[in-house]
């Protein structure tokens, strides 16, 4: 730097430099201006720091020049800076409005109330599409007209034009008038004026238009329905939810004595009987609409009298209740018709009998009664062998009546009922007892005092005797003549509250069950199975201590009490005096059939609640007996509780797991013993507790075949395995003869829809259905060998095959192989456990192997697990093997791997 310059001088060049430098480099406007300014102000103080120094030689004046030059260039680009920013916010300026008027474009048109802008005169500028829509017309043929003159009637067109001027005037205007459509029809608007106002401009205004035809129509109806509430002669009340009347009309007023004005705000109550009414809350009103009622309302002065009430509960628009509106009728007169009318149909009533009854008539100030011939005749008494005295009537009246009958007369004397009538017997000339109806009504002084009653004597034996008849059908079994269920639990009751007064008193209960008498009813017929449970009935009466009492419950059910039990020894002998007497076959159509039953025995005591409760562990232990081969007896003990809330709990748990998921499907294959390769898999069921764990089958398994859940269980077995069986037959197409066997119960074999539940297991996986094999146990099928046959059959039909699982275990009768066409047989597993090359099980599974190769029924040995059982079905010829010394059950990914290996040539060594 120069030294001939001031150094304040060279600062504000240097300042004013880089000023200039920020304001080029900076990005920010308000920065970038800001820098200019600075520049500008220091690039000139500096110029004028200069002018006092003019004498100094060399450079000064082109210094001085640059230095200007510089400022005024800071000036320049200041300048062109602002401009910009007034151009760019003129231009936001014009975006902005634009973007307004769109706006207020889409909402003038999405309004759906008639919009019209008028000018500072009244023509209209512009309208929206509601304007047309309401008036009908189009925005070309009303632009410039006068809007008044448009649609205000002739009448009217004063006060239109007053009303837009206010507007435009600067008033907001709000009324409802009356305007004309296109073509010459009235609608009624509401409208709603505002003027506009831009400054420069001359004035204009905002109308809307909005149809009220609705609601005027509405108001004028609701006037109508309000004029006549008013002047009906019904009395309404409206109130709100906590009871307060809000409403009344002059008639309910009028009928309690007060004026609406002191009622309005009230409890409702104020008109019910002090004690009687019981307010409602909001949850019971909002469960009810309408509800009718009889009761007594109370005057202004305390006196009561009759209504007839009907209320209904006022909803809003949401549904819910915001008030209850009651009308209310005096039914005083009402009440005094039907009780003249009453006693009138008694006295013509009284008339009618006369032809078959006969009459008394019986004057109370002279004591004499006048009896017409047929109430003599009823008797057996011809006329002049009655007389006239009351102690004709009375005397002849059983002793087990009179206190009743005199009782019931001296109550209605005293006017304590309203009429005579009670039901009693009387003595017949021929000395037995015949049942009457005696009916009667006194005659009254005005004092209330009877002076006279009349009345009629009904002969009513023979429906005394339906009611007999019908007392002992409600109370004894119509097929064996022995108490009901009913009759017995009545004096089951009885002997429980004995127990509890008495100590040392107990009594028992005998649930009977007849073992198989359902194939007795099939076999030889209902009639047949009818008169067995008479002869059964009749040997277990005989079976019975004095005061024992034994009923039949339903079927071939029978329930025995035995009373006043010494000793719990005692039940026992009753149970095998019982299975005694079933020892010799009852005579039945000329045969002799053999019958058994299986019985359960619970004695009362600590821990027994009810005689219901006694009854259900008598049959627990009768299922217990039955579970544990018939014919025999079982004494019911706490276990068998325990074992049934383990039932019922297991259920649930089962039910749980068929929902939840928790069962699946393993697959334990099945080995020709001639190519040692695998030709089908047996699908078992396994149950993942998800506390327990794996629960064994033969844990759960009874239990669904108990409870019926296998049905819901083994339809979701049938269609796993099949869509399980397609997917293996898709990966392994060379396999074309494996299968896969299901286990179908005795309860799926039943369901009537059997058929169309393997049909749609079939279509829904997509598999073949030779490739479906249905395991039925040989139980199952003798079990009613009747209705399996066709079953079967029609499964056969399908394509599937059937096979008899554990052949062998039951009492199995060899025709019914033949009998059901069966293609595979599987020997139970208990044979083949004690295979040892001779002895009767080898002799007896070589016999079932030959039969069934005589018969082209292939065999299955079920439950292979040693060397040396393997040899011998070997020996004997057997075909397959199934059991834990080929595999254990397979997860489905390991059956893949094992196909896989089949595919590959592998086989069984």
């Given at each position: 730097?120069?030294?001939?310059?001031?150094?304040?001088?060279?600062a504000?060049?240097?300042?004013?430099?880089?000023?200039?430098?920020?304001?080029?480099?900076?990005?920010?406007?308000?920065r970038?201006?800001?820098?200019?300014?600075?520049?500008?102000?220091?690039?000139?103080?500096?110029?004028?720091?200069?002018?006092?120094t003019?004498?100094?030689?060399?450079?000064?004046?082109?210094?001085?020049?640059?230095?200007?030059?510089?400022?005024?260039?800071?000036?320049?680009?200041?300048?062109?800076?602002?401009?910009?920013?007034?151009?760019?916010?003129?231009?936001?300026?014009?975006?902005?409005?634009?973007?307004?008027?769109?706006?207020?474009?889409d909402?003038?048109?999405?309004?759906?109330?008639?919009?019209?802008?008028?000018?500072?005169?009244?023509?209209?500028?512009?309208?929206?599409?509601?304007?047309?829509?309401?008036?009908?017309?189009?925005?070309?043929e009303?632009?410039?007209?006068?809007l008044?003159?448009?649609?205000?009637?002739?009448?009217?067109?004063?006060?239109?034009?007053?009303?837009?001027?206010?507007?435009?005037?600067?008033?907001?205007?709000?009324?409802?008038?009356?305007?004309?459509?296109?073509?010459?029809?009235?609608?009624?608007?509401?409208?709603?004026g505002?003027?506009?106002?831009?400054?420069?401009?001359?004035?204009?205004?905002?109308?809307?238009f909005?149809?009220?035809?609705?609601?005027?129509?509405?108001?004028?109806?609701?006037?109508?329905?309000?004029?006549?509430?008013?002047?009906?002669?019904?009395?309404v009340?409206?109130?709100?939810?906590?009871?307060?009347?809000?409403?009344?009309?002059?008639?309910?007023?009028?009928?309690?004595?007060?004026?609406?004005?002191?009622?309005?705000?009230?409890?409702?109550?104020?008109?019910?009987?002090?004690?009687?009414?019981?307010?409602?809350?909001?949850?019971?009103?909002?469960?009810?609409?309408?509800?009718?009622?009889?009761?007594?309302?109370?005057?202004?002065?305390?006196?009561?009298?009759?209504?007839?009430?009907?209320?209904?509960?006022v909803?809003?628009?949401?549904?819910?209740p915001?008030?209850?509106?009651?009308?209310?009728?005096?039914?005083?007169?009402?009440?005094?018709?039907?009780?003249?009318?009453?006693?009138?149909?008694?006295?013509?009533?009284?008339?009618?009998?006369?032809?078959?009854?006969?009459?008394?008539?019986?004057?109370?100030?002279?004591?004499?009664?006048?009896?017409?011939?047929?109430?003599k005749?009823?008797?057996?008494?011809?006329?002049?062998?009655?007389?006239?005295?009351?102690?004709?009537?009375?005397?002849?009246v059983?002793?087990?009546?009179?206190?009743?009958?005199?009782?019931?007369?001296?109550?209605?004397?005293?006017?304590?009922?309203?009429?005579?009538?009670v039901?009693?017997?009387?003595?017949?000339?021929?000395?037995?007892?015949?049942?009457?109806?005696?009916?009667?009504?006194?005659?009254?002084?005005?004092?209330?005092?009877p002076?006279?009653?009349?009345?009629?004597?009904?002969?009513?034996?023979?429906?005394?005797?339906?009611?007999?008849?019908?007392?002992?059908e409600?109370?004894?079994?119509?097929?064996?003549?022995?108490?009901?269920r009913?009759?017995?639990?009545?004096?089951?009751?009885?002997?429980?509250?004995?127990?509890?007064?008495?100590?040392?008193?107990?009594?028992?209960?005998?649930?009977?069950?007849?073992?198989?008498?359902?194939?007795?009813?099939?076999?030889?017929?209902?009639?047949?199975?009818?008169?067995?449970?008479?002869?059964?009935?009749?040997r277990?009466?005989?079976?019975?201590?004095?005061?024992?009492?034994?009923?039949?419950?339903?079927?071939?059910?029978?329930?025995?009490?035995?009373?006043?039990?010494?000793?719990?020894?005692?039940?026992?002998?009753?149970?095998?005096?019982?299975?005694?007497?079933?020892?010799t076959?009852?005579?039945?159509?000329?045969?002799?059939?053999?019958?058994s039953?299986?019985?359960?025995?619970?004695?009362?005591?600590?821990g027994?609640?009810?005689?219901?409760?006694?009854?259900?562990?008598?049959?627990?232990?009768?299922y217990?007996?039955?579970?544990?081969?018939?014919?025999?007896f079982?004494?019911?003990?706490?276990g068998?509780?325990?074992?049934?809330?383990?039932?019922?709990?297991?259920?649930?748990?089962?039910?749980?797991?068929?929902?939840?998921?928790?069962?699946?499907l393993?697959?334990?294959?099945v080995?020709?013993?001639?190519?040692?390769?695998?030709?089908?898999?047996?699908?078992?069921?396994?149950?993942?507790?998800?506390?327990?764990?794996?629960?064994?089958?033969?844990?759960?398994v009874?239990?669904?075949?108990?409870?019926?859940?296998?049905?819901?269980?083994?339809?979701?077995?049938?269609?796993?395995?099949?869509?399980?069986?397609?997917?293996?037959?898709r990966?392994?197409?060379?396999?074309?003869?494996?299968?896969?066997s299901?286990?179908?119960?005795a309860?799926?074999?039943?369901?009537?829809?059997?058929?169309?539940?393997?049909?749609?297991?079939?279509?829904?996986?997509?598999?073949?259905?030779?490739?479906?094999?249905?395991?039925?146990?040989?139980?199952?099928?003798?079990d009613?060998?009747?209705f399996?046959?066709?079953?079967?059959?029609?499964?056969?039909n399908?394509?599937?095959?059937?096979?008899?699982?554990?052949?062998?275990?039951?009492a199995s009768?060899?025709?019914?192989?033949?009998?059901?066409?069966?293609?595979?047989?599987?020997?139970?597993?208990?044979?083949?456990?004690?295979?040892?090359?001779s002895?009767?099980?080898?002799?007896?599974?070589?016999?079932?192997?030959?039969?069934?190769?005589?018969?082209?029924?292939?065999?299955?040995?079920?439950?292979?697990?040693?060397?040396?059982?393997?040899?011998?079905?070997?020996?004997?010829?057997?075909?397959?093997?199934?059991?834990?010394?080929?595999?254990?059950?397979?997860?489905?990914?390991?059956v893949?791997?094992?196909?896989?290996?089949?595919?590959?040539g592998?086989?069984?060594?």
């Amino acid at each position: 730097m120069s030294p001939f310059l001031p150094l304040s001088f060279a600062a504000l060049l240097a300042a004013g430099v880089w000023a200039l430098l920020l304001s080029v480099k900076s990005g920010d406007g308000y920065r970038r201006a800001l820098a200019l300014v600075v520049a500008a102000v220091a690039l000139g103080t500096a110029a004028r720091q200069l002018v006092p120094t003019a004498d100094v030689v060399g450079g000064r004046a082109a210094l001085l020049d640059s230095v200007a030059a510089l400022a005024t260039g800071a000036l320049a680009i200041l300048a062109l800076y602002l401009l910009d920013r007034i151009v760019a916010r003129q231009r936001h300026v014009e975006r902005h409005l634009e973007i307004q008027k769109a706006y207020l474009e889409d909402l003038l048109e999405s309004s759906t109330d008639a919009i019209v802008l008028v000018d500072h005169g009244g023509c209209i500028l512009r309208i929206n599409g509601a304007f047309t829509e309401l008036f009908g017309h189009g925005a070309r043929e009303v632009e410039g007209a006068p809007l008044d003159d448009l649609l205000a009637f002739t009448d009217q067109l004063r006060s239109a034009r007053a009303a837009t001027r206010r507007m435009i005037a600067g008033d907001a205007v709000e009324l409802e008038s009356v305007r004309r459509r296109k073509d010459g029809t009235p609608i009624d608007v509401s409208v709603l004026g505002a003027p506009v106002r831009v400054p420069g401009e001359p004035a204009a205004a905002f109308v809307i238009f909005r149809d009220i035809t609705r609601r005027m129509q509405v108001e004028a109806a609701f006037r109508r329905l309000e004029k006549a509430v008013e002047t009906m002669q019904l009395g309404v009340t409206v109130t709100d939810l906590d009871g307060r009347i809000v409403y009344m009309n002059p008639a309910e007023a009028e009928m309690h004595g007060y004026a609406r004005e002191e009622l309005i705000g009230k409890d409702v109550r104020i008109f019910a009987v002090p004690g009687t009414a019981k307010r409602m809350t909001p949850e019971q009103i909002a469960r009810i609409g309408t509800w009718r009622r009889e009761s007594t309302n109370v005057h202004k002065d305390g006196s009561t009298f009759p209504v007839q009430l009907m209320s209904d509960v006022v909803r809003d628009s949401d549904g819910n209740p915001i008030g209850i509106v009651t009308t209310c009728e005096d039914i005083t007169q009402r009440r005094l018709a039907e009780r003249a009318l009453h006693e009138s149909e008694q006295r013509y009533a009284l008339a009618v009998r006369g032809g078959n009854d006969g009459l008394w008539d019986w004057n109370l100030e002279t004591g004499e009664v006048h009896y017409s011939s047929r109430w003599k005749a009823m008797l057996g008494y011809g006329e002049g062998e009655i007389g006239n005295a009351p102690s004709e009537w009375l005397e002849r009246v059983h002793a087990d009546d009179v206190a009743r009958v005199t009782a019931e007369l001296e109550a209605h004397r005293a006017d304590r009922s309203p009429s005579f009538e009670v039901e009693h017997r009387v003595l017949h000339s021929d000395g037995s007892y015949r049942w009457v109806l005696a009916r009667g009504i006194a005659e009254r002084r005005p004092d209330g005092k009877p002076y006279r009653i009349a009345g009629s004597l009904t002969d009513i034996t023979k429906q005394k005797g339906v009611e007999e008849q019908l007392a002992q059908e409600a109370l004894y079994d119509k097929l064996t003549g022995l108490p009901n269920r009913a009759f017995l639990t009545d004096i089951l009751n009885r002997c429980h509250l004995r127990m509890k007064r008495r100590k040392g008193y107990a009594f028992a209960v005998l649930f009977v069950d007849l073992d198989r008498f359902k194939s007795v009813n099939d076999g030889l017929g209902h009639a047949a199975g009818d008169r067995l449970l008479i002869e059964a009935g009749r040997r277990f009466q005989r079976c019975l201590r004095p005061g024992d009492v034994i009923a039949r419950l339903s079927g071939d059910e029978f329930l025995i009490l035995l009373d006043d039990l010494k000793d719990s020894r005692d039940a026992s002998r009753v149970a095998e005096r019982i299975q005694q007497v079933l020892d010799t076959p009852i005579p039945v159509d000329g045969r002799e059939v053999a019958v058994s039953a299986s019985i359960g025995i619970a004695v009362s005591g600590p821990g027994v609640e009810d005689p219901e409760q006694l009854i259900r562990n008598a049959d627990s232990a009768m299922y217990r007996a039955k579970a544990e081969g018939k014919a025999r007896f079982e004494l019911y003990d706490r276990g068998m509780h325990e074992r049934a809330i383990a039932l019922l709990n297991m259920e649930k748990e089962l039910r749980e797991a068929l929902r939840g998921g928790q069962l699946r499907l393993v697959y334990q294959p099945v080995v020709s013993l001639d190519t040692k390769r695998v030709t089908s898999f047996e699908a078992l069921m396994r149950w993942e507790h998800p506390k327990r764990g794996e629960v064994p089958a033969e844990v759960f398994v009874p239990v669904a075949e108990e409870t019926g859940l296998m049905v819901s269980m083994g339809r979701w077995a049938l269609r796993r395995a099949c869509l399980q069986m397609a997917e293996w037959t898709r990966r392994f197409p060379v396999l074309r003869d494996l299968s896969v066997s299901v286990n179908l119960s005795a309860k799926q074999l039943k369901q009537p829809d059997i058929v169309d539940q393997v049909r749609e297991a079939l279509r829904e996986g997509g598999l073949e259905p030779n490739r479906l094999r249905l395991e039925i146990a040989e139980s199952a099928l003798l079990d009613d060998p009747d209705f399996a046959e066709p079953t079967v059959q029609r499964l056969r039909n399908l394509g599937v095959q059937v096979q008899i699982d554990d052949f062998g275990a039951s009492a199995s009768s060899l025709s019914y192989l033949s009998r059901f066409r069966i293609e595979t047989l599987k020997i139970d597993r208990s044979f083949i456990r004690e295979l040892n090359g001779s002895g009767d099980r080898t002799a007896l599974v070589q016999a079932f192997i030959t039969l069934a190769r005589h018969l082209g029924i292939h065999v299955v040995a079920e439950g292979v697990e040693t060397s040396e059982q393997l040899a011998t079905l070997l020996d004997l010829n057997c075909e397959h093997a199934q059991g834990f010394l080929y595999s254990q059950p397979l997860e489905p990914n390991e059956v893949g791997v094992l196909l896989e290996r089949e595919t590959n040539g592998g086989a069984w060594h």
